[in-house]
């Protein structure tokens, strides 16, 4: 990557308002003012880096990284990908960090008093770095709907939180994974948030039967595509 | 050609996630970026608070902030500038949730300056991300420094940003018995919005 085009900007069509009306905290914390254009400099295009020497060996098993008295609960999967560019390009070595409720909809955060109970043998955190191809993989139960305060009767569909940095400090991204066929996608308004239909159908994971692993978990396939280079400005 | 996947809110949850030390385990990396052990520059730190739009406290905010060493270099291979010293021991990279007022700090070094577009310098700053439930898509935005008049007054970024609204970029420098403590203050909306950037 070079500083003369820096990286490509976030794609408007793509990416949510700050400020989206059905979900109302958006409603006080939805910047107003314009945002003031950055063309990248060396703030832009360089960040962290974090070795493999990082990570413990069970950090990307969600299913056994927490372990106290036996097996979490709720249905195993595998949740595998590639993190590319806007070229198709693999990309290496990038951090990614996930979270989630537990399979009955219950998150072990302090602030979470769903009634659903907590899993003693499920934390619901864990993370990896890409490898050299940018593909990814993850462990995992399959979490639970829960209910929310956003409106009457609202719950979130099932979904799996992703943090990913990417090559520098201008691709970051936090976003959700989905699950196919959930009916409480249409009514979600995190998920309609998203201007595109195009968009909202790219969050939503694959059912990957070459992923699925026989008599041990079902998988889906996932990818993920951070902001790729830019265009070469006119002038320097 | 792949298109950008969309941004989610990072939603209340994420602290057992991202700054999982009060759950007892290990965090990617955490608010101290630099202590007394770390080689050169001056010793700082950075406090401040969110606000939403009724100037209440964000409680469940996440702040990441990226820079360069006191001499002005990245640690990264996009920074190959070999004649300015690379601190093998300074990662940059900086993480704080803030707490049930919305506050939040980092203790590091204060950045040396760094290149800037063409020939131009740029003032020393800190790079900065806001993520927070009710934040669909997380905010840049950048911290410089009140004892840095004169950079300041020749930064490119700075000057590109309407005078009125500058100083909302501008962390207050406040000197204590423990060494200089810079105040910045991080408002989502209303008066005083914080200058955020397409970046």
Redesign the interface.
């Given at each position: 990557?070079t500083?003369a085009g820096g990286y490509a900007?976030?794609?408007r069509d793509?990416?949510?308002?700050?400020s989206?009306a059905d979900?109302k905290?958006?409603?006080?914390?939805?910047?107003?003012?314009p945002?003031?254009?950055?063309?990248?400099?060396?703030?832009?295009?360089?960040?962290?880096?974090?070795g493999h020497d990082?990570f413990a060996p069970l950090d990307d098993n969600l299913t056994k990284n927490a372990v106290k008295n036996g097996e979490p609960l709720g249905e195993r999967m595998i949740v595998t990908g590639r993190v590319?560019d806007?070229?198709?390009r693999g990309i290496p070595d990038t951090?990614i960090?996930?979270?989630q409720a537990n399979a009955a909809g219950r998150?072990?955060?302090v602030?979470?008093q769903h009634d659903a109970p907590i899993d003693p043998n499920f934390?619901?955190?864990g993370?990896c770095v890409s490898n050299s191809e940018g593909s990814y993989r993850f462990t995992t139960i399959r979490p639970g709907a829960y209910p929310w305060p956003n409106h009457a009767n609202a719950w979130r569909p099932p979904h799996i939180?992703f943090?990913l940095f990417g090559p520098?400090?201008?691709t970051?991204?936090?976003?959700?994974m989905y699950f196919p066929g959930d009916p409480l996608l249409e009514i979600d308004p995190?998920?309609q948030?998203?201007p595109a239909a195009?968009?909202?159908r790219?969050?939503v994971a694959e059912f990957s039967p070459e992923v699925t692993e026989p008599e041990w978990a079902l998988g889906y396939a996932w990818?993920?595509?951070?902001?790729g280079a830019g265009a070469t400005p006119r002038e320097? | 050609?792949?298109?950008?996947?969309?941004?989610?809110?990072?939603?209340?949850?994420?602290?057992?996630?991202?700054t999982?030390e009060a759950?007892g385990?290990a965090g990617?990396?955490g608010n101290v970026l630099a202590g007394a052990d770390t080689a050169g520059g001056e010793l700082i730190r950075v406090e401040g608070r969110v606000l939403?739009?009724?100037a209440?406290p964000?409680d469940?905010a996440l702040i990441?902030i990226?820079q360069?060493n006191a001499a002005g270099r990245?640690?990264?291979?996009?920074?190959a500038r070999g004649e300015v010293a690379l601190d093998e021991a300074f990662?940059?990279?900086g993480r704080c949730a803030t707490d049930a007022e919305g506050r939040f700090w980092f203790e590091t070094v204060k950045p040396g300056a760094?290149?800037?577009?063409?020939n131009t310098l740029?003032a020393p700053?800190i790079?900065v991300?806001v993520?927070?439930?009710?934040?669909?898509?997380?905010?840049?935005t950048?911290i410089y420094f009140s004892d840095e008049n004169t950079a300041n007054a020749n930064d490119p970024?700075l000057e590109?940003?309407e005078e009125a609204?500058r100083p909302t970029l501008i962390a207050a420098r406040e000197d204590s018995a423990k060494g200089p403590v810079f105040r910045f203050e991080i408002r989502?909306?209303?008066d005083g919005?914080?200058?955020?950037?397409?970046?």
């Open positions: 990557m500083m900007p976030l794609d793509v990416h949510p308002p700050f989206h979900y905290s958006t409603a006080l914390r939805s910047p107003r003012k945002l003031v254009p950055l063309a990248h400099t060396l703030s832009e295009i360089t960040g962290p880096v974090f990082a590319l806007e070229d198709g951090l960090e996930i979270w998150y072990i955060h602030n979470d934390f619901g955190a993370r939180h943090s520098s400090f201008v970051r991204l936090v976003t959700q995190i998920f948030s998203i195009a968009a909202r790219r969050l990818d993920i595509v951070l902001r320097a | 050609m792949p298109k950008q996947t969309a941004s989610q809110t990072i939603g209340p949850y994420f602290a057992y996630g991202l999982p759950y385990r990617i990396c939403d739009g009724g209440d964000v469940d990441e990226w360069a990245y640690n990264h291979s996009a920074d990662s940059g990279i760094v290149p800037g577009r063409g740029q700053h790079n991300v993520m927070a439930r009710g934040m669909l898509l997380h905010a840049f950048r970024v590109s940003v609204r989502l909306q209303g919005e914080t200058v955020f950037f397409a970046a």
